[in-house]
């Protein structure tokens, strides 16, 4: 059974403090996706990884980064959080099968809130 | 812009009756689509997806049919279950890495 387990449920920052949300699957999966979601917006992507140490920016990446030191970690990063970034930050890992099939396992989300 | 899209936010379904999800998308590179069940307080769940070379996909209670011409895609639930309420995301993707997802549609079978 495949898991992807984020750090925290439920986050409280202050405006300018930097955030470091924590993402771990056990699945030896190669892609990693970090996600917000926010009410009538659906899901979108922040950043995708598809090997350690490698990285693509996804549609909102302002005020964001990532690190993808070891296979099963992708951390998201605020650099310096803003009332806008609070939100549901959803991570997700991408099982490829066969016939270019594709599954996305997702973590159960962290919302943070910074106020 | 918006390149996968659920116009329709929420639904009501009685117990026993079809739910019908439906997903509208512009981009024509996309060739595999998924939907998603999403409980409160819980990531996304994988449902049911489809290829592009496929029309429609069947998985017990749930089918998916896709219409390239149209680009259009729907989900059946048959027989619809109190179970099955639940915000449901359509998404899509062309290379595997990035996945374009709708804005959900909130789905409430009725005892």
């Known amino acids: 059974d495949v898991k992807v387990t984020q750090s925290s449920r439920y986050l409280v920052k202050r405006t300018g403090e930097k955030v470091f949300l924590e993402c771990v699957q056990d699945m030896d999966h190669e892609n990693m996706f970090w996600y917000r979601q926010d009410p009538g917006l659906g899901l979108r992507l922040i950043y995708f990884s598809y090997d350690v140490k490698m990285k693509e920016k996804g549609d909102i990446p302002e005020g964001y980064s990532v690190s993808r030191e070891k296979k099963e970690r992708f951390s998201l990063i605020l650099e310096s959080a803003s009332t806008n970034q609070t939100s549901m930050y959803l991570c997700a890992s991408l099982r490829e099968g066969g016939q270019e099939t594709y599954e996305q396992y997702f973590g159960p989300g962290t919302r943070l809130t910074v106020t | 812009d918006q390149q996968v899209k659920q116009n329709s936010p929420s639904l009501s379904v009685q117990e026993g009756r079809i739910s019908i999800l439906n997903c509208d998308y512009t981009?024509?590179?996309?060739?595999?689509f998924l939907w998603y069940k999403k409980y409160p307080a819980e990531g996304p769940t994988f449902l049911i997806s489809?290829?592009?070379?496929?029309d429609k996909n069947e998985d017990g209670r749930f089918t998916v049919f896709l219409n390239k011409s149209a680009k259009h895609l729907s989900l059946h639930i048959v027989p619809s279950q109190p179970g099955d309420s639940a915000v449901y995301f359509c998404a899509a993707t062309g290379t595997g890495n990035q996945f374009y997802f709708g804005t959900g549609t909130s789905l409430t079978v009725i005892p």
């Open positions: 489809i290829s592009s070379i496929k």
């Open positions: 981009n024509s590179m996309f060739d595999y």
